[in-house]
Nanobody, 125 residues
Framework: QVQLVEAGGGTVQAGGSLRLSCAAS????????MAWFRQAPGKEREFVSR????????DYVDSVKGRFTISRDNAQKIMYLQMNTLKPEDTAVYYC??????????????????WGQGTQVTVSS
């Protein structure tokens, strides 16, 4: 089993920055990839970014390319999301997901079998 804990959310003005973290514990050897999703009120959970643990391959949704950077520390099993030039449209609860199965559907929620509790990001205009 894997446990995930997100941190780093908060409230910032448009144009500001935040750095989110997701710490994995338990059977972390099982984790093939980790991803960030976000969910705004009234909307479905949306893919944001993913990193493959063993080689650091990254993927981003178009709306955050050039502004967000995902990274991972394999020794500590922590995933980060550096969010720059934040926009009000980025406001959401951000969730960390972990993939232990390698299904290959990396941008879909069903690819991830472990989830954290979420951390709120609010960007004011």
């Amino acid at each position: 089993q894997v446990q995930l804990v997100e941190a780093g959310g908060g409230t910032v003005q448009a144009g500001g920055s935040l750095r989110l973290s997701c710490a994995a514990s338990g059977d972390t050897f099982m984790i093939y990839g980790m991803a960030w999703f976000r969910q705004a009120p009234g909307k479905e959970r949306e893919f944001v970014s993913r990193v493959t643990m063993f080689d650091g391959t990254t993927d981003y949704v178009d709306s955050v390319k050039g502004r967000f950077t995902i990274s991972r520390d394999n020794a500590q099993k922590i995933m980060y999301l550096q969010m720059n030039t934040l926009k009000p449209e980025d406001t959401a609860v951000y969730y960390c997901g972990a993939d232990s199965r390698g299904l290959g559907i990396r941008r879909r929620t069903e690819n991830y079998d472990y989830w954290g509790q979420g951390t709120q990001v609010t960007v004011s205009s």
